[in-house]
């Protein structure tokens, strides 16, 4: 059965939290004056959440020691407040017209001070749904990109902004009013050269979605968490967040260049340009600070199909970032990076799916992700000659 | 420009007229007009310098003063001497002022009357994979994000005379920097420690920024980390009391490496310094090949022997450490320390910290014990703006603690103990 998605404040909880009666759980977010500060799974009886383990969770919330800043007060890195930086939305879209209207319509409510939007149009199959979608919103700035892949539609947005940062997500989530104001306040810091924000599930409909919830989160808590270039590998970037809520000084692309083309959606390598992007910046010793008051809720892949190709992807990206971090930017260290993730997380994840461990992804999943393997390295460099033969 | 200048920039120089230079025509370039003189006090005489500065065109007084090599705190004291405005600000040669310093510094002035003003100097350091620059920039910049929090409690380390402005008044009565430390080793931070006994605050202006030329290498490193060992150990001389709270005297507590660094420091010098001059290539390698912890780890290993080594330079003998950190050889201050009971608010709770500015703070919610926060010799007194961080680190869950005062309805969701670790959902 499906999980419904519930938000509770937790300064003032309601007596009863109800939900759709074909709910058997909820997947419940507290908010502390609106700032997230913990979710859990609870179980729903006849359409309502359970008193008690909601009452249960409030007091461990409330008492959790990764919480100790008080709503509102921004966290621990914060600077004195400032005038925000000015800012670009940049939505990639490709051939999903309702997610990109759902997703134009969330960034209307989203408190920005008249930033500017642009949505990059990367249609392949249906040229011109996307533009008629984005003409649909005054505020919004439509451009099209004919090169096919979400790094060259970023690249495009990039090119195309005149804000000091540059704030990514896709056409599929849906950002919080307060996105905006959250994912800018960070960059006070002159260090700090790109800020991630919180993704949420958007729904939890269907099983495939509930899978990719348990096993790829795009969720990476709820403590504020800044990441020093000078003090970090680089490659330890699994913690740092996802392209889909993201946002980028503009300065940085001038110095460490903008997303390899070769990465990402759309290309040979299918994705893994964003993290490309955060080892590049650590690399040359900047920060990156992970904001969970910035909020999005991303709409997962509902169909089991696209969710076993949305696996192949992430593992053919991962070993494709690896690929162009040892060969491109000279880090050995991307091989014990590579052999980490096969050993520690591959491997037993397949030997728990050949056992048939009740939670593990069927194992045409995890012999897929292995796969990926044999063929991301030939994929990025084939991605790096397509590109150089477009030029 | 005639009558009295409002502001007089000192600018200490050592043999560098382009950098000094630089840092001039800054000056000129600033937005907001200010009454200003300029005075750079070359320390050691050099035609060169002397010559470009005399020759300059000015459109404010310029005086060049000449003296024999003392260090940066005797020019420094030199130009104040010299000085006619109430507000005196200290530039280093290679700081460069963005164009609205001096009137952020003048702002300061006059909403923060006796404050000692700081304004960050963002070191200028091309984009690079190097380690040894991405490092410099960090501290710099951990520094100056540090002091632009607004809890932030200042100490001593935090006074760094690269762009900082005080009253000439506060300045004079304190008698200046300390020439006692002969090169740029902790003079700053030294006067600072008289500054915050005397009860000057300071104040972080972000707006009063420059630019750092700041060249450093990791040989350059070494040579600082001397240096600063050894005005540690003048500090601990001129301020007894401080002698427990300064690096080295924690160090001695450190684990076997460090405690071998500094035998060697000690004992065989000599065969530590040939390590030193040796250390940069091993470090390039490293650092070519990426291999960051090792790179970290050698870096540090040799900072922490050139300290030990600055150290030794003046307390040449383990026996003379021993009795130069003896606590019975010394007397500590009267410490102010009080108690603060939370459930009158925490706004009630900052304003009695920003009346008795006291050095420690024992803190209550009615009979519950939250904790205490001593006195940490060499930081300004509390004030009620530490107070969220004190609670931080005490580990009191700030926003529970707010809620069980604001809403009594929710109190019951306070753990027992408050600090104590709670299960995470």
Known sequence: MPTAIVQLELSDPPSTLRVGESYDRAFVVGRLSGRPVAHAVLSVVDGIVDRESVFDHVAAWLASRSSHHPPGSGTRESAAPRDPPSATVAVCSRDRPDDLRRCLVALARVRGDGCEVIVVDNDAVSPGATAAVAGEFAAVRCVRETRPGLSAARNRAIAESSGDVVCFTDDDAVPEPGWLDALRAPFDDPMVWCVTGLTLPLELETEAQELFERHTSHGRGYEARRFRGAETNPLAIGQVGAGVNMAIRRTAFEQIGAFDPALGAGSPARAGEDYDLFTRILAAGFHIAYEPAAVVWHRHRRDPRDLKSAFYAYSVGVYAYLTRTLLVEREPAAIRYGAKWLFQHQLPALWRALLGDPGALPLSFRTAELRALAVAPALYLAGRIRRRSDR | ?425
Not at chain 2, 309 to 324: H, K
Request: net charge neutral; proline share 9%; hydrophobic share 45%.
């Open chain 2, 1 to 425: 420009m005639i009558g009295r200048p409002r502001i007089s920039v000192i600018v200490p120089t050592h043999g560098r007229p382009s950098s000094v230079l630089r840092t001039l025509r800054a000056l000129e370039g600033q937005l907001e007009p200010v009454a200003m003189e300029v005075i750079v006090v070359l320390d050691g005489p050099s035609e060169e310098s002397e010559r470009a500065l005399r020759s300059l065109m000015t459109t404010f007084p310029l005086d060049v003063l000449v003296q024999e090599q003392a260090g940066a705190a005797s020019a420094r004291n030199r130009g104040a001497d010299r000085a006619r405005a109430a507000v005196l600000l200290f530039l280093d040669d290679d700081v460069e002022p963005l164009p609205g310093l001096l009137a952020a510094h003048l702002r300061a002035h006059e909403s923060s009357p006796g404050a000692v003003v700081l304004g960050p100097y963002w070191p200028e350091i091309p984009v690079t994979r190097r380690l040894h620059p991405i490092m410099v920039r960090e501290w710099w910049a951990a520094t100056f994000t540090g002091m632009s929090k607004p809890g932030h409690r200042f100490g001593y380390r935090d006074l760094l005379a690269g762009n900082l402005s005080i009253p000439a008044e506060i300045f004079r009565a304190r008698s200046g920097f300390d020439p006692a430390f002969p090169m740029a080793g902790g003079e700053d931070w030294e006067l600072g420690i008289r500054l915050l006994r005397s009860g000057a605050a300071f104040v972080y202006t972000p707006d009063a920024a420059a630019r750092h030329h700041e060249s450093s290498t990791p040989a350059k490193s070494f040579r600082r980390a001397r240096l600063e060992g050894a005005g540690d150990v003048r500090i601990g001389l001129r301020h007894p009391w401080l002698r427990g709270d300064l690096p080295f005297a924690w160090w001695r507590k450190a684990g076997r490496l460090k405690r071998f660094v500094r035998w060697v420091a000690f004992r065989a010098p000599a065969v530590g310094d040939l390590a030193v001059a040796v250390a940069p290539w091993p470090l390039h390698v490293l650092d070519v090949l990426r291999c960051r912890a090792m790179w970290h780890r050698l870096g540090h290993t040799v900072r922490h022997y050139c300290y030990w080594r600055g150290v030794a330079e003046l307390l040449p003998g383990v026996d003379d450490l021993d009795a130069f950190l003896d606590p019975g050889a010394r007397t500590d201050p009267a410490w102010r320390e009080i108690e603060l009971d939370l459930r009158a608010g925490l706004p009630e709770g900052r304003r009695r910290l920003d009346i008795e500015r006291p050095d420690a703070v024992r803190l209550r919610y009615g009979s519950m014990d939250l904790g205490a926060m001593p006195p940490i010799p060499g930081l300004e007194p509390l004030a009620g703006r530490h107070l969220d961080a004190v609670l931080e680190t005490l580990g009191v869950p700030l926003f529970a603690l707010s809620l069980a005062m604001e809403n009594a309805s929710l109190s019951p969701a306070l753990p027992p103990r408050l600090g104590e670790e709670a299960a995470i959902p």
